[in-house]
């Protein structure tokens, strides 16, 4: 049909289907969805506006949807082990948006990982809403790569933030959960664990949950959760009337739910994206399943054994390893910058990103270093002995980055590669 109507955009998108299937996809943020979750996301439920929140819309014929997302919500809470779930926000940063808006007041400190340290844009930075409308505070990691749990201490106590965030686009290890929440808490802060990245793994229970130490997990749903893009919310208690304001005298920390539900709609989104939250419905079914646990803990396996492969190539990687889904490896005694890895690894069909290391030297646009990680691999089937394979090629390509030639050649071994490991039914 959309040949038919609009080839170009059809084009484009068996364009990129193509590179999905003939290439490596090692951006630790991006996975592939099953078929089921794309089947939910291309549906009708696109049509439907449901303001609102289920059993309270302001639109009729909301029957159908709210069946949806009560299922999405009743499948974060049993996955995640909260008492309550905000499935509509639309990604993970507006997830992120609706908890400052929930309780902070404008100009309130937050203390969230620095950048260029690995942590996220809305956790507080000078171009981001969260560092415009809100006062940033940024913390490091050692030059160790670790996270330096006295120092974060030591620092909460001097800048006494209203909110501590933690979580990372680009942190290899694991986080004391228990001891953030202790800081937080010390000081009378709340404490927000962003989980976008590990969502997944702690869904799998192959690394620790920050529940009951956090007072708000945020996520997105699309990374090692492996379900559409989107976002969810959640923390414990219980929601009262999310469409009716609190009295002036509400304790905030009593109303959480409340206060949530009502910063996702009305203070900052209107319809929830109907076909989306059936999309997070399915993949949260799909993470209750016994294959998705063995799924986590290969990615975890994947993980390790490219991150040996690789320090035995000779590469650097910050924390000389992961305990997670991710690594970052510092090219600084490669003789080649961030930027140019990416382009020689894209240049045989490998898709890494740049990213600054540790005190980067270099600046955020051509940094020292390059983040890879192995959800998506993982989802392909492909195991130890592939992640030894990939170590090599990633190791060729940096070593012969103008040699055209031999990228031809690595290019020709990613398309083999990848011919053994099927990512769509119809691929
Ligand atoms: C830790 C963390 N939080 C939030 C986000 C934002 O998610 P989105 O890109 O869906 O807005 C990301 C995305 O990379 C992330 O890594």
Redesign the pocket.
């Known amino acids: 049909m959309l040949e038919q109507t609009d080839p170009e955009i059809y084009n484009a998108i068996k364009n990129e289907q193509a590179r999905q299937i003939n290439g490596l996809e090692m951006i630790p943020?991006e996975n592939y969805v099953s078929d089921a979750v794309l089947s939910a996301m291309g549906s009708i439920l696109t049509n439907k506006y449901s303001e609102g929140y289920p059993g309270k819309r302001y639109y009729g014929g909301n029957h159908n949807i709210d069946v949806i997302e009560t299922l999405a919500v009743e499948r974060a809470k049993k996955l995640f082990d909260v008492s309550h779930a905000n499935v509509q926000p639309l990604?993970?940063?507006?997830?992120?948006q609706a908890v400052y808006f929930a309780l902070l007041n404008l100009g309130d400190k937050v203390m969230g990982l620095h950048l260029f340290f690995g942590g996220?844009l809305?956790h507080g930075w000078k171009v981001n809403f969260s560092g415009k409308f809100y006062t940033p505070v940024n913390y490091q990691t050692s030059p160790n790569g670790f996270l330096d749990y006295d120092a974060l201490e030591k620092q909460a106590r001097q800048e006494n933030p209203k909110l501590i965030f933690c979580?990372?686009?680009a942190y290899p290890r694991l986080y004391d959960y228990k001891r953030l929440g202790e800081i937080a808490h010390s000081i009378d802060a709340y404490f927000v664990a962003?989980i976008?990245?590990e969502a997944g793994l702690i869904a799998a229970k192959v690394v620790p949950s920050p529940a009951r130490h956090a007072d708000v997990i945020?996520t997105?749903t699309?990374?090692t959760l492996r379900g559409p893009?989107g976002?969810m919310i959640m923390c414990d208690g219980n929601p009262s009337e999310p469409l009716k304001p609190l009295p002036e005298d509400a304790n905030p920390r009593e109303n959480l739910p409340t206060l949530i539900d009502r910063a996702i709609f009305p203070g900052l989104q209107g319809g929830p994206h109907n076909h989306t939250t059936a999309g997070i419905a399915v993949a949260l079914h799909e993470a209750m399943q016994p294959g998705f646990k063995m799924y986590a803990q290969q990615i975890l396996r994947n993980a390790k054994v490219l991150a040996e492969c690789l320090m035995g190539y000779g590469f650097n990687l910050v924390t000389n390893g992961t305990d997670n889904h991710l690594m970052l490896v510092d090219l600084q005694n490669k003789n080649i910058t961030g930027k140019e890895a990416e382009k020689a690894l894209e240049d045989v069909g490998i898709t890494v990103n740049k990213n600054t290391i540790p005190y980067d030297p270099r600046k955020p646009y051509n940094p020292s270093g390059i983040r890879l990680g192995t959800p998506a691999l993982t989802t392909r089937g492909m195991k130890e002995s592939e992640m030894r394979l990939i170590a090599e090629l990633i190791s060729k390509a940096i070593e012969h980055s103008n040699d055209s030639n031999v990228k031809e050649k690595l290019n020709k071994d990613v398309i083999d590669l990848c011919k053994g490991f099927p990512i769509f039914k119809y691929n």
């Open positions: 943020s990604s993970g940063s507006p997830a992120n996220h809305t979580g990372a686009t962003d976008a990245h945020t997105t699309h990374k893009r976002g």
